[in-house]
């Protein structure tokens, strides 16, 4: 699904559930400027998903019409195809990388984040013989997922035979973080 699905689909559930929504408040949902949000309801009002009525004389109503109901349950159904999608792709992933390090004689793993790819690294994790050790992010933390959270800096005081960074976006940003606390980069790893 593209962006532009993702963000039709979030207005068209905000007007939904809320008809007397102000653009203000739509645009700070969707963390975009008060001007772009004027612009993505008037193209939905052009393709026909949404209808302004005024109540009384001075409130704007924003209505689903019935193409936009159409509309809000098929890019539902493309949203639902790609997250399921998605989340195969990552598991596959996730397994082929736990497998690669039970190779490798690997035993006790950190998990550095602590996101939705965290959450699928602990899930596929428990279908593997390795150990979880825990989850390190940037800012302090007493748990997650019921297991300790540290900071990088605590690293030092765990045992551990590798890390798995658990972010698809910034792994060379943190890679080279962990190289700097001089971990060895033969225990630095990332989802294949």
């Given at each position: 699904?593209?962006?532009?699905?993702?963000?039709?689909?979030?207005?068209?559930?905000?007007?939904?559930?809320?008809?007397?929504?102000?653009?203000?408040?739509?645009?700070?949902?969707?963390?975009?400027?008060?001007g772009?949000?004027n612009?993505?309801?008037?193209r939905?009002?052009?393709?026909?998903?949404?209808?302004?009525?005024?109540?009384?004389?001075?409130?704007?109503?924003?209505?689903?019409?019935?193409?936009g109901?159409?509309?809000?349950?098929?890019?539902?159904?493309?949203?639902?195809?790609?997250?399921?999608?998605?989340?195969?792709?990552?598991?596959?992933?996730?397994?082929?990388t736990?497998?690669?390090?039970?190779?490798?004689?690997?035993?006790?793993?950190?998990?550095?984040?602590?996101?939705?790819l965290?959450?699928?690294?602990?899930?596929?994790?428990?279908?593997?013989?390795?150990i979880?050790?825990g989850?390190?992010?940037?800012?302090?933390?007493?748990?997650?997922?019921?297991?300790?959270r540290?900071?990088?800096?605590?690293?030092?005081?765990?045992?551990?035979?590798?890390?798995?960074?658990?972010?698809?976006?910034?792994?060379?940003?943190?890679?080279?973080?962990?190289?700097?606390?001089?971990?060895?980069?033969?225990?630095?790893?990332s989802?294949?």
């Amino acid at each position: 699904m593209d962006k532009d699905g993702q963000r039709d689909l979030l207005v068209l559930q905000e007007v939904e559930q809320n008809p007397i929504l102000t653009q203000r408040t739509l645009s700070q949902k969707l963390g975009v400027a008060l001007g772009l949000t004027n612009l993505y309801l008037k193209r939905l009002v052009r393709k026909g998903h949404i209808k302004i009525t005024t109540f009384p004389k001075n409130r704007i109503r924003y209505l689903l019409t019935p193409r936009g109901i159409k509309e809000k349950t098929r890019l539902t159904y493309e949203y639902l195809q790609f997250s399921l999608t998605h989340y195969r792709d990552v598991r596959y992933r996730l397994n082929h990388t736990f497998a690669y390090l039970e190779q490798q004689g690997i035993k006790r793993v950190v998990i550095y984040g602590i996101g939705e790819l965290a959450e699928f690294a602990y899930l596929s994790l428990q279908e593997s013989d390795l150990i979880l050790v825990g989850f390190v992010t940037e800012e302090p933390g007493d748990k997650f997922l019921s297991f300790p959270r540290g900071t990088l800096k605590s690293l030092r005081g765990w045992k551990f035979d590798a890390i798995l960074i658990s972010d698809l976006t910034h792994v060379e940003k943190n890679r080279k973080k962990l190289l700097a606390l001089n971990i060895p980069a033969e225990q630095v790893f990332s989802v294949v």
